[in-house]
């Protein structure tokens, strides 16, 4: 299975994404229904015709209202300078096909953190600015495994996978991610999804680490 697969696999989990929010993206989570979600698993494609595989697109609606918009959620392996334009246009894209508002996020799992800035995108020119577009970068490799092992939130367990540690501590938090695993209140099948993603990439055997 490759990585944006597993990401994907992951993150359909309506708990596991409500999780994600309340871990990366709080003040996202206040406005989110996560009573109504709607995973849209329609192939879709760039405007030269490339099959965008990293995306994930959720169908939505405010919380205490019923207008609707589109979580789009974009996972991606390795750098790329060219994120934010490609974003922008998965937004436009999206925008069109649906008629609904879009909450761009993207997901970074490098092995390093991203060395440049990738969101806003803007255009300037000499008597002002022309575009700002902005959106959530959540770069797990910036983060501290440490404390998202403590926790009962099943996307911080899972996604500690690919945020940085001391490796000599790696047995010790590969402890408490099953101690909080045992903890967290989600289903069986759950459990075992957080399980096995976290496990594809910090296996007990450190030769076999991703």
């Known amino acids: 299975m490759d990585h944006d697969a597993r990401f994907k696999m992951l993150l359909k989990a309506p708990a596991v994404l409500r999780g994600f929010f309340d871990a990366f993206l709080?003040?996202?989570?206040?406005?989110?229904?996560?009573?109504v979600l709607e995973f849209v698993d329609k192939e879709r494609h760039t405007i030269?015709?490339?099959k965008r595989t990293g995306d994930l697109l959720v169908k939505t609606r405010f919380?205490?209202?019923?207008?609707?918009?589109?979580?789009?959620?974009?996972?991606?392996?390795?750098?790329?300078?060219?994120?934010g334009r490609r974003m922008l246009e998965y937004f436009m894209l999206d925008w069109q096909d649906f008629d609904l508002p879009v909450y761009p996020v993207a997901v970074l799992s490098h092995r390093k953190p991203a060395r440049v800035a990738l969101s806003p995108v803007a255009v300037d020119f000499p008597n002002g600015r022309v575009l700002m577009f902005k959106f959530d970068v959540i770069d797990l490799a910036a983060m501290d495994a440490e404390p998202n092992l403590k926790t009962a939130n099943p996307a911080a367990l899972a996604l500690a996978s690919?945020?940085?540690f001391d490796a000599s501590r790696r047995v010790g938090l590969t402890s408490d991610f099953f101690i909080s695993l045992a903890e967290t209140p989600i289903s069986h099948?759950?459990?075992?999804?957080?399980?096995?993603?976290?496990?594809?990439?910090?296996?007990?055997?450190?030769?076999?680490?991703?």
Do not use: K, T, W
Not at 63 to 83: K, M, S, V, W
Not at 194 to 206: D, I, K, T, W
């Open 26 to 35: 709080p003040e996202v989570a206040r406005f989110i229904d996560f009573g």
């Open 48 to 50: 030269d015709g490339r």
């Open 63 to 83: 919380r205490g209202e019923a207008a609707r918009f589109l979580i789009h959620l974009e996972h991606q392996a390795q750098p790329d300078r060219n994120l």
């Open 162 to 164: 690919r945020m940085r």
């Open 189 to 210: 099948e759950d459990q075992q999804l957080v399980a096995g993603f976290f496990s594809a990439y910090q296996p007990l055997s450190h030769a076999g680490a991703l």
